[in-house]
């Protein structure tokens, strides 16, 4: 229960850091105020006493003031921001403020005398300052709050992008395990099987059965394990360069595709982590599926380096370009834009010089997301 009404009396009063600035700025306003008002209504608007006795007056008493509020400032940077040390500086703050009008004789010498209508003056200046500052206060923490509300939603969508790209993983991983271990393993059955066949038969069913069986015996070898490699690359156990060119055999004949791997980027001692080049390969991957899929391209280039304490990678292409069969906005796109956020990255795509598209990414290293 009292630990509830303390929040509530810091979500009314404070304490707020002071500001120094804005209650000088205030104090500086108000003093200029007063003692221009006079002026104004004696048709003295723009005489040099309104600079010299009003307004720089003013300044000098708003200048001290702020200059007393900032060694509170600083009090609270070392000790902490307490309601007995927020008070306390007001205090001294509207003090000074005091001091500085009766020395420059805008209040009389007598107030000196008077305890009662000093504390009661002192108060008051006390009071406006209080005001200011909890208005300014709460006004920060409201925005503090919408900043909080704010980076929650995005940590919330980082974290269903993070979910999306794990969930798209472990159904590529799946779908190879099955392709690999179930498809594979029947395709073997099915050879065997068929070379089970009397070998006495007419000389022209054994030519056809030795076809099938050289065609199952080709999808067995090739394209299974080509596709099972390209949905799930475990680059974990083989080198980036070689997933890149496995995956770019799909394309060909129709599209051939140049790889260019830094060395170093596959070294023992310098290649960044599984996930960083799992990532470098899934946004290649879309790349290529659009260069050859919507672009129609015959010729690709991919480049990857390391440099900038991270992957860049560069994907250049001759298709048809940015038109209407290609889309600037779809699944590949977004899987792109997860894989290069969720490891603190960026990746951009444009039209080429000569035609074509050019995609760009970076992945930092470290490949935690900022």
Same mark, same amino acid.
């Given at each position: 229960?009292t630990s509830? #009404?303390a929040?509530?009396?810091?979500r009314?009063?404070?304490?707020?850091p002071l500001?120094?600035?804005?209650?000088g700025?205030m104090?500086?306003?108000?003093?200029?105020g007063?003692r221009?008002?006079a002026?104004?209504s004696?048709?003295d608007?723009?005489g040099?006493?309104?600079l010299t006795?009003?307004?720089?007056?003013?300044?000098g008493?708003?200048i001290?003031?702020?200059l007393?509020l900032?060694?509170g400032?600083?009090?609270?940077?070392?000790?902490?921001?307490?309601?007995?040390s927020?008070?306390?500086f007001?205090?001294i703050g509207?003090?000074?403020a005091?001091a500085?009008?009766?020395?420059?004789g805008?209040?009389?010498?007598?107030?000196v005398?008077?305890p009662l209508?000093?504390g009661?003056?002192v108060?008051?200046?006390a009071?406006?300052?209080f005001?200011?500052?909890?208005i300014a206060g709460?006004?920060?923490?409201?925005l503090?709050?919408q900043?909080?509300?704010?980076?929650t939603?995005l940590?919330?969508?980082?974290?269903?992008?993070e979910?999306?790209?794990r969930?798209?993983?472990?159904?590529?991983?799946?779908?190879?395990?099955t392709?690999h271990d179930?498809?594979q393993?029947?395709?073997i059955?099915a050879c065997?099987e068929l070379?089970?066949?009397?070998?006495h038969?007419?000389?022209?069913?054994?030519?056809?059965?030795?076809?099938v069986?050289?065609?199952?015996?080709?999808?067995?070898?090739v394209d299974?394990?080509r596709?099972a490699r390209a949905?799930?690359?475990?680059?974990e156990?083989?080198?980036?360069e070689?997933?890149?060119n496995?995956?770019?055999?799909?394309y060909?004949?129709?599209?051939?595709?140049?790889i260019?791997?830094?060395?170093?980027?596959d070294? #023992?001692?310098t290649?960044p982590?599984?996930n960083?080049?799992?990532?470098?390969?899934r946004?290649i991957?879309?790349?290529?599926?659009n260069?050859a899929g919507?672009?129609a391209?015959r010729?690709?280039?991919?480049?990857v380096?390391?440099?900038?304490?991270?992957?860049?990678?560069?994907?250049r292409?001759?298709g048809r370009?940015?038109?209407?069969?290609?889309?600037?906005?779809?699944f590949g796109?977004?899987?792109m834009t997860?894989w290069?956020?969720?490891?603190?990255?960026?990746w951009?795509?444009?039209?080429g #010089?000569t035609?074509?598209?050019?995609?760009?990414a970076?992945?930092p290293?470290?490949?935690q997301?900022?």
């Open positions: 229960m509830e #009404k929040r509530t009396r810091t009314i009063i404070g304490p707020w500001r120094p600035l804005l209650l700025i104090v500086a306003l108000f003093i200029s007063l221009n008002g002026r104004i004696d048709g608007a723009f040099w006493v309104w006795e009003g307004t720089a007056a003013g300044v008493i708003g001290i003031t702020g007393v900032q060694i400032v600083l009090w609270q940077r070392r000790f902490g921001i307490r309601m007995g927020y008070v306390t007001v205090l509207s003090a000074v005091v500085l009008r009766v020395a420059i805008d209040v009389s010498a007598d107030l005398t008077n209508s000093l009661i003056g108060v008051r200046i009071v406006v300052f005001v200011v500052c909890t709460r006004a920060n923490q409201r503090a709050e900043v909080t509300q704010k980076q939603a940590d919330l969508v980082l974290n269903q992008e979910i999306l790209l969930g798209d993983e472990f159904t590529r991983r799946q779908i190879s395990g392709l179930r498809v393993a029947r395709l059955a065997l070379q089970m066949i009397d070998v038969e007419a000389e022209r069913t054994q030519l056809t059965v030795d076809s069986v050289a065609q199952l015996e080709e999808i067995r070898a299974v394990r596709v949905l799930s690359p475990r680059l156990e083989v080198d980036l070689s997933a890149l496995e995956l770019a055999a799909q060909r004949p129709g599209m051939e595709t140049d260019s791997v830094d060395a170093a980027i070294a #023992k001692h290649r982590s599984a960083v080049r799992l990532g470098a390969y946004i991957e879309q790349a290529l599926l260069a919507h672009g391209a010729q690709c280039e991919v480049t380096t390391m440099r900038n304490g991270g992957i860049d990678v560069k994907v292409d001759d370009g940015f038109s209407d069969t290609l889309p600037r906005s779809g796109s977004t899987l997860s290069s956020r969720s490891l603190g990255g960026s951009s795509w444009r039209p #010089k035609g074509g598209v050019v995609l760009e970076h992945l290293i470290s490949g997301a900022r």
